[in-house]
Nanobody, 124 residues
């Protein structure tokens, strides 16, 4: 079992930045693929960025490339998403997710564990 708790969301002006964190508990953290997803009102949940279990491979959605950076610290059981250059269209609830295995998957259904989410609102 893996328990995930996100933090770091908030209200920011366009062009600003936020650092989202995900605290994980459970022995499986170091062997899971970790990822960030987001869901805007009226839209489906979408993949933002992922990190494989070894910590070598990172994958980003096109919308996140060059603006967001995902990182994980197995020793502290934390996953982070550093965002910059935020846009109003980045407004969403951001979720931390984890799955067993070694492949980063972009479909939400592939992830077994989810946090409650943290709201990010970007004003224009």
């Amino acid at each position: 079992q893996v328990q995930l708790v996100e933090s770091g969301g908030g209200l920011v002006q366009a062009g600003g930045s936020l650092r989202l964190s995900c605290a994980a508990s459970g022995r499986a953290f170091s062997t899971s693929v970790m990822a960030w997803f987001r869901q805007a009102p009226g839209k489906e949940r979408e993949f933002v960025a992922g990190f494989n279990w070894i910590g070598i491979i990172k994958q980003y959605a096109d919308s996140a490339k060059g603006r967001f950076t995902i990182s994980r610290d197995n020793s502290k059981n934390t996953l982070s998403l550093q965002t910059s250059g935020l846009r109003p269209e980045d407004t969403a609830v951001y979720y931390c997710a984890a799955r067993r295995g070694t492949q980063i998957m972009v479909a939400p259904d592939e992830y077994e564990y989810w946090g409650q989410g943290t709201q990010v609102t970007v004003s224009s």
